[in-house]
């Protein structure tokens, strides 16, 4: 009760709204996620389950609140997508002048939040890119998902998107260009085998698994690419 009504009472309605979720009330679960937003808007953990679980709908929903529910979600993301701008202007093109942030930006940029707040940062921009896909505005998908790519350079499922991207506009050559990075970065960096022995002796068993399964899901998906690729110079041959 004392927790309640303090500084983390938006992290237990988010708790509470998972829980709901995953027991199947989707009903109670926005109901949480709605409370810990308007109890604090600074609260990114949320922004995003709020999101997508209003995007998504339910069976024997109307199509009125369906549209209702999809417009809250996207005003929702814009709204955490907004954040960044408030509390990290330097990195906004044209921002020169030295504006200070609000305090709330303070409990957001802290060391132990900010890998997390960068993380939902770039989900939003990809959901949102995801969204804008869906409505057919293939212009405003590129930009987010390029806004999402700026943040993760070497993941290769965005890279894979922006290429689908390109293929729906018929933009074949910059489709080949991001399908080509995607399997670049798949590509296993070779090492000689005493080097890697030596970076083996360093690391502790839970950090070789880790790297273990990057490597492979890394191959997976530049496995992925190679067959889309070349899906597209067959694609591109029936052009010319």
């Known amino acids: 009760k004392q927790v309640g009504g303090g500084p983390f009472r938006d992290d237990i309605l988010n708790e509470l709204g998972i829980v709901h979720f995953q027991l199947g009330n989707r009903t109670e679960a926005l109901s949480m996620w709605r409370q810990a937003l308007t109890f604090n808007p600074a609260s990114f953990r949320v922004h995003l389950n709020f999101a997508q679980t209003l995007f998504k709908g339910e069976a ?97 499922q965005i890279h894979i998107l922006l290429a689908g991207v390109y293929e729906k506009m018929q933009l074949f050559g910059q489709a080949k260009s991001y399908y080509k990075q995607c399997i670049k970065l798949g590509t296993k960096k070779k090492k000689s085998k005493k ?26 998906m530049a496995s992925i690419c190679k067959e889309r690729n070349q899906k597209l110079k067959e694609r591109m041959k029936e052009w010319v």
């Open 195 to 220: 080097k890697k022995n030596k970076e083996m002796f360093k690391k502790t068993k839970e950090q070789v698994v880790k790297e273990a399964y990057e490597e492979m899901d890394r191959e997976r």
């Open 60 to 156: 024997n929903m109307t199509k009125q609140q369906l549209e209702s529910d999809r417009k809250e979600a996207v005003d929702t993301i814009k709204s955490l997508l907004a954040l960044r701008d408030t509390c990290e202007p330097h990195k906004q093109v044209g921002k020169k002048k030295e504006i200070v942030p609000p305090t709330y930006c303070k409990h957001l940029l802290k060391k132990k939040n900010k890998k997390e707040f960068q993380q939902v940062l770039f989900d939003g921009y990809r959901f949102m890119g995801t969204v804008q896909s869906f409505y057919e505005k293939p212009f405003l998908t590129e930009t987010f998902y390029k806004q999402a790519l700026k943040m993760k350079p070497w993941d290769q």
